[in-house]
């Protein structure tokens, strides 16, 4: 499956975004969906994470109550809204694609990365 991700800006700190990933190749549903972010001298971390369905979603402690993850199968297209972002947020933000639902980067498939950058 092949994964585009875009929407990702400048924002002020307090501020929203919303991402979105764009899913070809494969049918969206047949796969659980990811969002990890990766900070400059830092590793790519979990954001958040659907099920095929969206019945079950897992976020990291630091986004949780901020950040929603969703997905559209029909569009073959997921979500995450950002909301309250903060400075520490600022990160290339990857969405990936895999079998299983996983909150460690053992996806299969990742699109190219999207750029969030939160000023103070």
């Known amino acids: 499956v092949q994964l585009v991700e875009s929407g990702g800006g400048l924002v002020q700190a307090g501020g929203s975004l919303k991402l979105s990933c764009a899913a070809s190749?494969?049918?969206?549903?047949?796969?659980?969906m990811g969002w990890f972010r990766q900070a400059p001298g830092k590793e790519r971390e979990v954001v958040a994470a659907?099920?095929?369905?969206?019945?079950?979603?897992y976020y990291a402690v630091s986004v949780k109550g901020r950040f929603t993850i969703s997905r559209d199968n029909a569009k073959h297209t997921v979500y995450l809204q950002m909301r309250s972002l903060k400075p520490e947020d600022t990160a290339v933000y990857y969405c990936?694609?895999?079998?299983?639902?996983?909150?460690?980067?053992?996806?299969?498939?990742w699109g190219q990365g999207t750029q969030v950058t939160v000023s103070s």
């Open positions: 990936a694609a895999g079998m299983v639902l996983r909150t460690t980067p053992g996806y299969a498939s």
């Open positions: 190749g494969r049918t969206c549903s047949n796969y659980a």
């Open positions: 659907i099920s095929r369905r969206g019945a079950s979603t």
